[in-house]
């Protein structure tokens, strides 16, 4: 009888474990120090695949970023469910998205910090996916708004909203006890506050400028 033959693992397949191992590998010991023998030896697979799946340490941590990136945006599409009055939209859509990075702590790491500092390829990579999430909340905040505000005044919301959502996340996943219902809560306290007021027509005025 011949040698049994042992089914080859679908490239596709054997891809997303490379990249779960390179996220997991980039995210706790970042890039500079992550190695691809490293990398190889979590996916269970030989330095040399993963070279030839995705050709160098490169492409392989480019790849990881719109993996993460891609998920995390779907994450918050998904999490909003249309036809939810004003305020519950946006606290499904913070309550996703710390949900979502709370879950994948390496993912999150690999965006809000490694991404980002090494290298304008891979922070461009980022920043298309948070243009994404801009543009979203955007027009949530419109609906929130009853078309109180201008389209500058909204996207500069989501600008600032979008900014506090990723700084909390980083804190919420390094302190002890906080959970992403707890963290979504206490944006949505600080932002429903002010889009409250505008919905009821108050919104907060300047002072003149002194003479």
Known sequence: MGAVKTKRM????????????????????????????????????????????????????????????????????????????????????????FTHTARHPDGWSVLHVQARTHGERFAAEVR????????????????????????HEAAGLAEALVGAAESLAAWANTTPGVTARQAAATLMNFAWAGLGDLREGRPWTPPAPEE
């Open 128 to 151: 298309v996916m948070r243009a994404q999430i801009v543009v979203f909340v955007t027009q949530l905040i419109i609906e929130a708004a009853r078309q109180e505000l201008s389209g």
């Open 10 to 97: 679908p490239r596709a397949v054997r891809e997303q474990q490379m990249l779960d191992a390179a996220v997991r590998t980039f995210g706790r010991r970042g890039y500079m120090a992550a190695s691809m023998d490293e990398i190889a030896e979590l996916a269970g697979v030989s330095k040399p695949l993963v070279y030839l799946y995705l050709n160098s340490k490169d492409d392989l941590f480019s790849a990881c970023i719109r993996r993460e990136a891609s998920a995390l945006a779907a994450a918050v599409r998904a999490g909003v469910r249309p036809g939810l009055p004003a305020d519950r939209q946006l606290w499904e859509g913070l309550r996703a998205f």
